[in-house]
């Protein structure tokens, strides 16, 4: 089984102190908090909160150029890839992380953020009032399945008597 303690700090070995503890505090990877907002982490290291946006940039950056030969970060991303491929390209976060968390080991909320947020091959939606947080692959994927609810919606709304 995969180790995500060991995934996630290989991922972050070679960062810049200031960078390190940026991507620390802003994923919440010390613990089980939430990440830090960016004027707590510039309250901490006595920055501004627009110049912790620009090293949290530059880390995320750096990253995403490191995560192609992390193999563990690899073999966690392919299997999450396969998995939403099998859902039709979108699932709930937290059914995401139920299934990541089947080979990755000390996987949780924050650790996957961070893998979804380096990697090229995966886009977030955040909960908003209609929806909630879910992973997708492609925009087309999203379309479609926006489609689909709409679609859906639709017939519902057409069909109350029906339905109900």
């Known amino acids: 089984m995969i180790s995500a303690n060991k995934t996630i700090s290989s991922l972050i070995q070679e ?4 960078q390190k503890e940026v991507i620390i505090g802003r994923f919440g990877l010390s613990g089980p908090q939430e990440g830090k907002t960016l004027a707590e982490i510039g309250d ?3 920055v501004t909160r627009e110049r912790i946006r620009q090293i949290e940039e530059s880390a995320l950056q750096a990253l995403r150029s490191k995560i192609p030969a992390v193999a563990a970060c690899s073999q966690i991303l392919d299997k999450g890839k396969k998995y939403l491929k099998s859902v039709g390209g ?4 937290d059914k995401f992380l139920e299934q990541a968390k089947s080979f990755t080991e000390g996987l949780n909320d924050n650790r996957l953020a961070l893998l ?3 990697s090229p091959e995966f886009y977030s939606y955040k ?3 209609n929806f909630w ?5 492609t925009k087309s994927d999203l379309k479609i399945s926006l489609g689909f609810i709409e679609s859906w919606l639709n017939f519902i709304d057409g069909n109350k008597e029906k339905v109900l």
Not at 90 to 93: D, E, L, M, P, T
């Open 15 to 18: 960062l810049e102190p200031r």
């Open 44 to 46: 901490n290291l006595g």
């Open 90 to 93: 979108v699932a709930k976060k």
């Open 116 to 118: 979804i947020e380096v």
């Open 127 to 129: 909960e908003d009032e």
């Open 133 to 137: 947080p879910f992973y997708y692959l």
